[in-house]
């Protein structure tokens, strides 16, 4: 099977622009199955019932979270009614929503899970070794982990610890797409699937704020760019037998959002 993975999407612009693009992009991959990571998709940060609703019109099936997905309050209710937008199963019992969703496709089926990394991020619950407590519950032969986290140590290590056992690995958080897609004994993985939002921008904000900011240490409020956006992702084709990633490509694509 084929499936489509897209990497942070920032602000109303960056639903936009997955809006107008995704189809078509989905068109040309032939993908069976299409994964998004909402972290960021409502304005101010965090996602909300309007922002996913968006991603969700836009032709994703499963759409993903991380450290920002109880910034707003709205989205609690959601969580619990929509099986296909979850947030990091690693957070603590007593939380809204779940970790893993699988999707069914008759002769095999997907499982999509999120996992948060605590390296330079909040506490919560190991996520390696809550990796291995869910991969005992799954039965799906095909496997995908969006490990939302800040170090790329963390990501490189997970995309090792969990070779051989899922079918990819794809870090997302830092907004920055890396170049080094490769498959590990059957696992694909990146340390970074990048961003969908405003190109001229610093991870997705005005840059002229984040710049006043290291140049004064001053506080001040972050405001998603406006203008031309990318699409930032990767298509992976997957083996339904055994679960094994057969090939992994980025995709980084510019268009007018």
Do not use: W
């Not at 008759?106 to 506490?123: D, E, H, I, M, R």
């Not at 496997?143 to 790329?152: G, P, Q, S, Y």
């Not at 990819?168 to 993985?189: F, P, R, S």
């Not at 203008?227 to 992994?248: F, P, Q, T, Y």
């Amino acid at each position: 099977m084929r499936v489509i993975f897209i990497g942070d999407v920032v602000g109303r612009a960056g639903c936009d622009a997955l809006m107008a693009e995704l189809p078509s992009l989905r068109r040309e991959y032939s993908a069976d199955a299409v994964i998004v990571n909402g972290e960021n998709s409502a304005d101010g940060n965090g996602i909300d019932p309007r922002s996913a609703q968006m991603i969700f019109d836009a032709g994703a099936d499963v759409v993903t979270t991380g450290n920002h997905v109880f910034r707003k309050k709205s989205i609690d209710e959601e969580l619990e009614r929509n099986e296909r937008l979850i947030r990091p199963a690693n957070y603590g019992d007593g939380v809204p929503g779940r970790g893993v969703c699988t999707l069914d496709f008759g002769a095999y089926s997907l499982s999509v899970v999120n996992l948060l990394g605590t390296t330079f991020l909040q506490p919560i619950d190991n996520p390696f070794r809550a990796a291995d407590s869910l991969l005992e519950q799954l039965g799906s032969k095909i496997v995908i982990v969006d490990f939302h986290a800040e170090a790329t140590s963390e990501k490189r290590a997970m995309g090792y610890y969990l070779s051989g056992r899922v079918s990819a690995v794809l870090g997302t958080h830092t907004h920055v797409q890396t170049a080094d897609e490769q498959i590990i004994d059957g696992t694909g993985y990146i340390t970074d699937a990048g961003m969908t939002g405003p190109r001229d921008s610093i991870l997705g904000v005005e840059k002229e704020i984040i710049i006043e900011k290291f140049l004064t240490y001053y506080p001040k409020k972050h405001v998603f760019a406006d203008g031309a956006c990318e699409i930032c992702g990767v298509c992976m084709d997957i083996d339904v037998k055994s679960g094994k990633c057969l090939s992994i490509e980025r995709i980084k694509r510019l268009c007018n959002g």
